[in-house]
């Protein structure tokens, strides 16, 4: 029986490194759409007229659909390197999942057609829009990560669990905590972004909120590493999630420090490590059961997790090769857009409307 455990749960090289490269995919994603998210629900929270709201809407114009890849991406590469992964996810938790559909349609109708009329009632529906479906992925997102430390229920082959049975105490903190979280991160990249009463406005949401994410994070890092320690036959993580969920709490009190003091990029780093170094610990607590409770009476060996759900070691090695050439390519590209996009802008910069000819 020892043999039997020790051999399955030796991590074959490509399975680790692709449980990593999917891991980086999901944190690059949560960092940069993370203040997508914000900046989307702050449209009616910091915009008072057309001019405010078309300032906020233009901080993340040209790079939203750009940070929605990073999603693409990651499920992408859940689906080609862990095939048991994505399978058993994307049928069990299918509400949740059309619940991330739905809002990402919101957003990109909203943000696609706002500007094709010029009625306010049309702009205003479509901003609710794009708040709502920031709104549902973080909600959404938070939940199921926070699922992910408990450990789905699963039989040997795909999650059994309710869909109303995902939603605990620790999970309905984990989608407040994540939604606060994305808040914070957006008004301090508005601030970053902007000139004048929206920087202003921007400066005073993430100083006075940025405390209340602190708390939430404090919380969720405290229960998940006491209530659900990341030791499993594959290891124990319990140090490393200790270390990165007190980076986490660090980060964001830094983040909020540096937001009431004016130090607008300081603070958008803050929120950002504080995502990070958030998903770091609960993808340590993944690692190996990728999210799953084990059923103590199925077999090591027919256990879902990490290496039964792999693709074969053939597949993972020509997608290897891909990500080495593509992915330099694609960080370069999204680099070189932010930095062209990189300027302030304020409501001077906002154009008066024009009604057309008649």
């Known amino acids: 029986m020892l043999t039997m455990l020790e051999s399955a749960v030796t991590v074959p090289t490509l399975t680790m490194v692709w449980f990593i490269l999917v891991a980086v995919l999901w944190l690059g994603y949560f960092f940069l759409e993370g203040f997508d998210y914000g900046v989307a629900m702050l449209i009616p929270v910091l915009g008072r007229n057309e001019k405010e709201k078309r300032v906020i809407v233009n901080t993340i114009g040209p790079v939203w659909d750009g940070n929605e890849v990073w999603l693409l991406t990651a499920g992408g590469a859940m689906f080609a390197a862990f095939p048991g992964w994505y399978a058993s996810l994307f049928s069990g938790l299918y509400i949740p999942l059309l619940l991330v559909l739905v809002g990402l349609i919101l957003r990109g109708v909203a943000f696609e057609y706002r500007s094709k009329h010029p009625d306010s009632r049309y702009r205003t529906t479509l901003d609710w829009f794009a708040t709502i479906g920031s709104f549902l992925p973080s909600l959404v997102f938070g939940v199921g990560f926070a699922n992910f430390v408990i450990g789905l229920a699963n039989d040997g082959l795909h999650w059994n669990g309710s869909f109303w049975g995902l939603f605990g105490p620790f999970a309905l903190l ?81 983040a909020a420090f540096a937001i009431n003091k004016g130090r607008d990029g300081w603070g958008f780093i803050g929120t950002g490590v504080s995502i990070v170094t958030l998903f770091v610990g609960i993808f340590f607590k993944m690692y190996g059961n990728i999210g799953f409770a084990q059923d103590e009476s199925v077999a090591v060996t027919d256990r879902l997790n990490m290496i039964t759900a792999a693709s074969s070691p053939t597949t993972l090695t020509i997608m290897t090769w891909a990500a080495v050439i593509f992915v330099p390519i694609v960080i370069a590209y999204q680099a070189w857009s932010y930095w062209v996009f990189s300027k302030r802008i304020s409501t001077k910069n906002i154009p008066d409307e024009v009604e057309p000819a008649a």
């Open 174 to 254: 984990g989608g407040v905590m994540l939604v606060v979280l994305f808040l914070v991160h957006g008004s301090a990249f508005i601030a970053l972004k902007t000139r004048g009463v929206i920087h202003d406005r921007a400066e005073t949401f993430g100083g006075r909120f940025g405390w209340v994410a602190a708390a939430l994070v404090a919380l969720f890092v405290i229960c998940q590493n006491v209530f659900w320690p990341a030791t499993s036959e594959f290891g124990d993580f319990r140090v490393a999630t200790w270390i990165a969920g007190i980076l986490s709490i660090l980060a964001i009190l830094g």
